[in-house]
């Protein structure tokens, strides 16, 4: 049985920081890619940061030089570094593992205001 659970979500203000956290259960953590997505209120789910099982990384164009995704495969853990946060970057984040198939977290709420 796999399972995700997602910390560390929370309310910001405009240009502070989170760092969202993603302890995975199972033994295929090392095997597979994993990383976060979001879902802002009114708006389809979206791919905000991957890392394969080699390291390699990708991120939606709106978070670079802003978001640093990291796993610690001997801690079966995913993290999202996020800085300099932004209005729009309001959302429901949900870390996913992917291997053969996907898996989900339950979700973060992160809410960036003043």
């Known amino acids: 049985q796999v399972q995700l659970v997602e910390s560390g979500g929370g309310l910001v203000q405009p240009g502070g920081s989170l760092r969202l956290s993603c302890a995975i259960s199972?033994?295929?953590?090392?095997?597979?890619?994993t990383g976060w997505y979001r879902q802002a209120p009114g708006k389809q789910r979206e791919l905000v940061a991957s890392?394969?099982?080699?390291?390699?990384?990708n991120y939606v164009d709106s978070v670079k030089g802003r978001f640093t995704i990291g796993r610690d495969n001997a801690k079966n853990t995913v993290y999202l570094q996020m800085n300099s946060l932004k209005r729009e970057d309001t959302a429901v984040y949900y870390c996913?593992?992917?291997?053969?198939?996907?898996?989900w977290g339950q979700g973060t709420q992160v809410t960036v205001s003043s």
């Open positions: 199972g033994s295929i953590f090392r095997l597979a890619t």
């Open positions: 890392i394969t099982r080699g390291g390699s990384i």
């Open positions: 996913y593992l992917d291997l053969l198939r996907e898996y």
